[in-house]
């Protein structure tokens, strides 16, 4: 099956400083990637939609300044928390578009990111 | 029209019962409804979904129940174990639509007791 990477699985950072997180798609190339937040026990939140080559696409309330995308190839998407506050701690998911006969989404393992 | 609705919130079943998640869509565009299970933790992973031109498909113990004219679709899990105690998430999306996003329900809880 479709193999999606992130990296850091876990991080934790002081107030203020930039973290940066990978997501890769391992066995297959990825035109569409999706970035999500997920709360406890809540359900996932799209914060943005990233595509190879252009800008990524932020959803309403998100804010595009405060989380950098970069879609810099078809297997790589960056997401880059600046200046990260105690409450952007989070879980951060990404997702790639396995765009074969069919829309089909996989979803990397998953980011635990905690500002202290 | 974009919403998913998933009932119920949480669910507990006796091991060796069956766990049955529900969920409901508007847009007739959908045509494709995958179901994820997700352990605490843990990213999302695809278990199983189902395209309309089918009324129901299974794979081992995981059985995705369509009605169309319903706008329906249900995950029954026969023969449940303790491991299979994490959160399902029903979505739907347009198959050949790339690069859309998938419109996702809010969840249910799955315990399963020993």
């Known amino acids: 099956g479709a193999v999606v990477s992130q990296h850091p699985s876990r991080v934790i950072c002081k107030s203020g400083t930039s973290v940066k997180i990978e997501c890769r798609s391992l066995d297959f190339q990825a035109t569409t990637m999706f970035w999500y937040r997920q709360f406890p026990k809540k359900s996932l939140m799209l914060m943005a939609t990233?595509?190879?080559?252009?800008?990524?696409?932020?959803e309403q309330g998100v804010e595009k300044d405060k989380f950098l995308i970069n879609h810099a190839s078809l297997t790589l998407s960056t997401l880059t928390v600046t200046s990260a506050h105690p409450e952007d701690s989070s879980f951060y998911i990404c997702?790639?578009?396995?765009?074969?006969?069919?829309?089909?989404?996989?979803f990397g393992p998953g980011t635990r990111l905690t500002v202290l | 029209q974009q919403q998913v609705k998933q009932s119920p919130q949480s669910l507990i079943v006796q091991k060796g019962g069956i766990s049955i998640i529900n969920c409901a869509y508007e847009?007739?565009?959908?045509?494709?409804f995958p179901w994820y299970q997700q352990f605490p933790g843990k990213g999302p992973a695809l278990l199983i979904a189902?395209?309309?031109?089918?009324s129901e498909k299974k794979e081992g113990r995981f059985t995705i129940s369509f009605n169309k004219s319903a706008k329906q679709f249900s995950l029954h899990i026969m023969d449940s174990q303790p491991g299979d105690s994490a959160t399902y998430f029903c979505?739907?999306?347009?198959?050949?639509?790339?690069?859309?996003?998938?419109?996702f329900g809010p969840g249910t809880r799955l315990s399963v007791l020993p």
């Open positions: 997702s790639a578009d396995l765009a074969g006969v069919y829309n089909e989404q996989f």
């Open positions: 979505a739907a999306s347009e198959a050949y639509n790339y690069g859309q996003n998938f419109v």
């Open positions: 990233s595509n190879e080559g252009s800008k990524a696409t932020y």
């Open positions: 189902i395209r309309p031109d089918v």
């Open positions: 847009n007739t565009a959908f045509d494709y």
